[in-house]
T-cell receptor, first 111, second 113 residues
Framework: GEDVEQSLFLSVREGDSSVINCTYT??????LYWYKQEPGAGLQLLTY?????DMKQDQRLTVLLNKKDKHLSLRIADTQTGDSAIYFC???????????FGQGTTLQVKP | DAGVTQSPTHLIKTRGQQVTLRCSPK?????VSWYQQALGQGPQFIFQ???????QRGNFPDRFSGHQFPNYSSELNVNALLLGDSALYLC????????????FGPGTRLTVT
């Protein structure tokens, strides 16, 4: 079946790098996503990666995909207090875009 | 360019009542998906509408129904509300040429008492 798992909490100091990890079970996953949710808000699409890629970089964000281990990570360089939020990993194996989400990782950035 | 908008922002209903939530997609987007996010959880897919038809459905009972209008806006209806229906309901829209890019609205917080 489809399942996405994430660690629940990560705490870092401002200026450090953050690495948020995610594992998924569906080997037919085609697209893998990272979303950010701030308190009381909807989800903001940060980035996504096709399953035939192993890395994608976008400014301070780097996504790494290990398809063999079904492991996805999001690295945030030079983490700022404004990066404090819940980060959701999601996968889609359907060309219609049904997303399966993990339970979210709360990132706490200490000044 | 407005993003995805949803109304109302908050809603309080009583068990057994019915509720209608509304979503307007981003300009240029023709596909609308609905998700339910319980407190402390990730969003769960309810269903998706394209060309005014339900294209795909998640594991939700028939009490959850929807509609898409010719202008691509959408409604989510929930009948016979249960306490467990209390959640944040999120709408997401996708453009016709990039259906896998989903952009979310701010959500409607539904509380059932």
């Amino acid at each position: 079946g489809e399942d996405v798992e994430q660690s629940l909490f990560l705490s870092v100091r401002e200026g450090d790098s953050s690495v948020i990890n995610c594992t998924y079970t569906d080997s037919s996953s085609t697209y893998l996503y990272w979303y950010k949710q701030e308190p009381g808000a909807g989800l903001q699409l940060l980035t996504y990666i096709f399953s035939n890629m192993d890395m994608k970089q976008d400014q301070r964000l780097t996504v790494l995909l290990n398809k063999k281990d079904k492991h996805l990570s999001l690295r945030i360089a030079d983490t700022q207090t404004g990066d404090s939020a819940i980060y959701f990993c999601a996968e889609s194996s359907s060309n219609t875009g049904k997303l399966i989400f993990g339970q979210g990782t709360t990132l706490q950035v200490k000044p | 360019d407005a993003g995805v908008t949803q109304s109302p922002t908050h809603l309080i209903k009583t068990r057994g009542q019915q509720v209608t939530l509304r979503c307007s997609p981003k300009s240029g987007h023709d596909t609308v998906s609905w998700y339910q996010q319980a407190l402390g959880q990730g969003p769960q897919f309810i269903f998706q509408y394209y060309e005014e038809e339900e294209r795909q459905r998640g594991n939700f009972p028939d009490r959850f129904s929807g509609h898409q209008f010719p202008n691509y806006s959408s409604e989510l209806n929930v009948n016979a509300l249960l306490l467990g229906d209390s959640a944040l309901y999120l709408c997401a829209s996708s453009p016709w040429d990039r259906p896998l890019e989903q952009y979310f609205g701010p959500g409607t917080r539904l509380t059932v008492t």
